[in-house]
Nanobody, 125 residues
Framework: QVQLVESGGGLVQAGGSLRLSCAASGLTFSSYAVGWFRQAPGKEREFVGAIKRSGGTIYADSVKGRFTISRDNAKNTVYLQMNSLKPEDTATYYC???????????????????WGQGTQVTVSS
């Protein structure tokens, strides 16, 4: 059974940092594209970024230069390092895994097969 578990969310002041983790069991992250999404109350789920099977990363314009995605194959964990946080980054953050060719990522959440339960990030001004 596949399970993705996010952790690391919390309350932080604007300008601060958080690192989210997404640990997988039942699948090997290096064989999947892994995406991070977020959803704020009353808003649609938004693509944050993704790491391809190749290890290449892609980010939404709203987080580019502030957020970094990485993968630890030994721990089968993907990370989302978030720096220079802004109040508008407040949301529930989700990781997701999807089958994809080696150098492909997906920004459409419908392309992902497995999802974590989400972790709340709140940025105070």
């Amino acid at each position: 059974q596949v399970q993705l578990v996010e952790s690391g969310g919390g309350l932080v002041q604007a300008g601060g940092s958080l690192r989210l983790s997404c640990a997988a069991s039942g699948l090997t992250f290096s064989s999947y594209a892994v995406g991070w999404f977020r959803q704020a109350p009353g808003k649609e789920r938004e693509f944050v970024g993704a790491i391809k099977r190749s290890g290449g990363t892609i980010y939404a314009d709203s987080v580019k230069g502030r957020f970094t995605i990485s993968r630890d194959n030994a721990k089968n964990t993907v990370y989302l390092q978030m720096n220079s946080l802004k109040p508008e980054d407040t949301a529930t953050y989700y990781c997701a895994a999807g089958s994809a060719p080696y150098n492909i990522y997906y920004s459409d959440y419908n392309e992902y097969d497995y999802w974590g339960q989400g972790t709340q990030v709140t940025v105070s001004s």
